[in-house]
């Protein structure tokens, strides 16, 4: 109980603004339920211009980052446990749930969202992990693909990254994906829309200042879903893209988009290393 | 915003029956930047106002300079940013024609900065309709007026150490 008053105070505090909340310690380890240490910062890949490459969590304030520490603190957590019920419903005209197939979520899950995005061989495309789960439903349940950037879509994505949590995120970026790579590579440092800001602007030369109230961080995905306190719901990848790009007063891709696909599979790579955090928690 | 800007429009129109100079605003292909990137001429002819100046650099939807820059002057507004220097004393550093260059297009004076052309409507890559997501009209307008950038050159010249 008096646990849970300090969380809700925690939450409070960061609801409250970010920038007088206490800044991080910089050397500041995420061990979450005091068993699973995260790797939040680590050597940059070759492909990546950084000597460091760091998760999100380590540019968050002391009260954002406790919530992330531990279960019973991230509110994220409730939306797996949704996601586990729906994990064991059969949905659509195959009369058959996830379980169905994967059996038990706990060991057929574990790796897989470490290495998304990446090649599907019999489709030819290279896939995201929401792409997937719809193929899934769609083909396999015979049941409606969720909306790409939903709330029961982001539910399942984290309990399924909850199943890798801890695990270096290990994207391939060669290969038959070197040119989608290559894609969102270009996507990444262009300028676009009336303010003429790249991804790389922000994230890349200038992450760790501040931007109006908010601390710039590298903008890595290993965190995602996100469970964002601005919002209190769990975000997607592609919809934090789709943020990112309309406030340079840009007209955004869409969520689920070949170009976001191919942004996911390029920032993710960007991230190879740090461990897989999702679902985190953000401001 | 949107109505704010037709009044303004409005109002330049008006006067543009009677006013000889306010009916020389330079349109925004028509800008000239030396070979440092300054702009000598008056956007407008009219004088700026530090004041209103002021009002447009910490407004979220016009300016919103102090995302990116400290400036002791503004310091009563919320939160300002460190992606750029601080502004303190830039009046003393840089002529009116520098400052006016730097606000209507800072890509002439620092090339490839961060920092966003304020007088331009051209050249974008997928330009949006302000923060909407959506598609940008076929004619985008500047981000500030020719005259809120008049206004923001007199508050920065103001700026002196």
Known sequence: ?283 | MKLFRTVLVGVGLACAATNAVQAAETAPSNVTHDDYGSVAASLTGVAGDPARGAAVMTDRGLGNCIACHEVTALKDAPWHGEVGPVLDGAGSRWTEADLRGIVVNSKMVFDGTIMPAYYKNSGYVRPGDLYTGKAGPAEMPTILSAQQVEDVVAFLLTLQD
């Open chain 1, 1 to 283: 109980m008096a646990k849970l008053n300090l969380t809700t105070a925690l939450a409070t505090a960061a609801l409250l603004g970010t920038a007088s909340g206490a800044w991080s310690d910089e050397n500041a380890t995420l061990i979450v339920n005091g068993e699973i240490e995260m790797v939040t910062r680590t050597a940059a890949p070759d492909h990546v211009p950084f000597d460091e490459i760091r998760s999100g969590w380590t540019f968050r304030t002391e009260e954002t980052q406790v919530l992330q520490m531990d279960d019973f603190d991230n509110p994220g957590m409730i939306f797996v446990d949704q996601a586990i019920d729906t994990w064991n419903t059969a949905e659509g005209s195959e009369g058959k749930s996830c379980a169905s197939c994967h059996e038990d979520v706990e060991s057929s899950m574990q790796g897989v969202r470490a290495v998304y995005p990446k090649w599907n061989e019999t489709a030819g495309e290279v896939r995201t992990l929401a792409m997937q789960i719809n193929d899934c439903r769609e083909n396999q349940m015979g049941a409606n693909p969720y909306k790409y950037d939903s709330n029961p879509m982001a539910a399942m994505e984290a309990l399924i990254s909850v199943q890798s949590r801890g695990m270096p995120v290990n994207v391939a970026i060669d290969g038959p994906v070197s040119e989608t790579w290559e894609k969102g590579k270009e996507i990444y440092y262009t300028r676009y829309g009336q303010l003429e800001l790249s991804c790389a602007n922000c994230h890349e030369d200038n992450y760790d200042n501040m931007i109006r109230a908010d601390h710039l961080s590298q903008g890595q995905i290993n965190g995602f879903p996100t469970y964002r306190l601005k919002n209190a719901k769990l975000n997607t990848v592609h919809g934090r893209f789709k943020g990112c790009v309309r406030d340079t007063r840009a007209e955004t891709f869409s969520p689920g988009s070949p170009e976001f696909v191919a942004l996911e599979l390029y920032v993710a790579s960007r991230g190879n290393g740090l461990s897989v955090e999702g679902p985190s928690v953000r401001n």
